[in-house]
């Protein structure tokens, strides 16, 4: 049994005084659940370590920088994540690549530098709507999948957190039916164990897309979708928790 996940990306929302409620109602109840996973701005790590540390809830960022230390005005390093008591980190997220420019050789190497400091990245990968109706949907998340394992080894998987994510579902209320997003976890899976079963049959494959109260248990029941990476349900703690409950 592969372990089930449910990451909250929470995106530039939030403050202090509001995740100060919404990690409070996250932890009372997701009680009991393991798995469970808050990524917040870099400015409310230290947030999220005062209030989440002792407590079954774990937490990470939602980008880091490539390099280790320097001039990299504006950037955050992956030992500063650790300081923070961070597990996780977001990687490749498609805001990141369509927004911020970040190509597969950049998302390979923050992925590298988030393993070098024991951090788990979470790896998102996902075709746009034009990507889908060309029919291109597994050319395009097996590139991205490929710099990564590329560049660090298909053993990292190990260590690793993958998260489906098609663009044409984020934000948009549309959300792949539970077959279609099926189909590319099993895809991804078949793959990775081309290059080796153990670590296939290992690795979770997280669905990110509109995840809802009412779509949630539908989409984790299907063999190869392991929990999911929340974005706007996140911030409602009722619906969030109601979702990882529907993983357990
Ligand atoms: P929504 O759940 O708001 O569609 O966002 C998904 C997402 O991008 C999580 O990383």
Redesign the pocket.
């Known amino acids: 049994m592969r372990r089930k996940i449910v990451a909250g990306?929470w995106k530039m929302n939030g403050s202090l005084a509001e995740n100060g409620a919404l990690l409070k109602e996250v932890v009372a109840g997701s009680s009991g659940l393991s798995g469970v996973v808050c990524c917040s701005p870099y400015p409310y790590l230290f947030q999220l370590q005062r209030e989440l540390q002792g407590t079954h809830v774990a937490w990470g960022a939602q980008n880091l920088s490539q390099f280790e230390r320097g001039a990299y005005t504006g950037e955050v390093s992956a030992a500063m994540l650790v300081d923070f008591g961070c597990s996780y980190v977001?990687i490749g997220?498609s805001?990141r690549r369509a927004i911020f420019g970040e190509t597969s050789m950049t998302v390979a190497e923050k992925f590298k530098a988030a393993q070098d400091s024991g951090l788990i990245p979470i790896l998102?990968l996902g075709e746009t709507l034009a990507e889908r109706e060309a029919g291109i949907t597994e050319a395009v998340v097996g590139e991205q999948f490929d710099a990564v394992a590329g560049l660090a080894g298909i053993d990292a998987f190990e260590q690793a957190v993958i998260?489906y994510?098609p663009v044409w579902?984020?934000?948009?209320g549309r959300t792949a039916t539970p077959q279609q997003a099926q189909d590319v976890h099993r895809h991804l899976r078949d793959r990775i164990a081309l290059m080796s079963p153990d670590v296939a049959g290992k690795v979770p494959i997280l669905y990110?897309?509109?995840?809802k109260p009412a779509n949630a248990a539908e989409l984790f029941a299907m063999p190869d979708i392991d929990g999911g990476?929340?974005?706007?349900?996140s911030l409602v703690a009722r619906d969030f928790c109601e979702i990882c409950r529907a993983a357990a």
């Open positions: 990306n977001i997220h805001e998102c998260a994510e579902a984020i934000g948009t990110g897309g509109s995840v990476l929340i974005g706007g349900a």
